[in-house]
């Protein structure tokens, strides 16, 4: 694959939105993990993930997407998608994790 990952990551207290471009694959997925893990973390209140620039996901990333949500649930807490584009929201509906996850 050929697209950069750039994670971004605002964290208050209250919640954390974390915005993803380029592309997330088993080369990069620890980098993206690292910052995913650690908004929820750092965050009391739900994680927004904007994927508007994301343009491919494996499913190393997807599994990355699992492990945080189960962070997050463990304090009762949900992760929104927002901004999915379609290539990347039907490996959601295929694997069922769009029942999980909160997309919008």
Known sequence: MSGELIVRAECS????EIFVSG???????QQFKEKIYQAVENSKGDVSIDCSGLNYLDSTGLGVFVGALKKAKQDD?????????DNIKKLFVITGLDKLFIIH
């Open 77 to 85: 807490r949900n992760i929104h998608i927002v901004n999915i584009k």
């Open 13 to 16: 207290e209250k919640n954390a």
């Open 23 to 29: 592309e997330i694959d088993i080369y990069n997925a």
